[in-house]
């Protein structure tokens, strides 16, 4: 355990953001996996409205510094594919 206080106080900011970063990583794979799921039933409409929640949720974590801009730009674009094979 470390003796410093800042020392100390960077475990427990550290730990805060790990376990809000878990909560957020935790959200946009019950999204996607959601849209897969719909994707596998080929039921377009439930893709439709589950891909738009997957968008909203994996945008939030990108603007709150869980993802790289990229990382999400790149599970956007490969959900948005598989749904449009179904249409």
Known sequence: MANIKSAKKRILVN??????NKSVKS????????VEAAV????????QSAL????TEIDKAG??????????SRK???LTKAVNTLA
């Open 63 to 72: 603007t709150k510094g869980v993802y790289h801009k990229n990382t999400c």
């Open 52 to 55: 738009k929640v997957a968008i």
């Open 15 to 20: 730990e805060t953001k790990a376990a809000r």
């Open 40 to 47: 596998a039933a080929k039921d377009t409409d439930a893709a």
């Open 76 to 78: 956007v674009s490969r």
């Open 27 to 34: 959200k946009v794979k019950t999204c996607i996996k959601k």
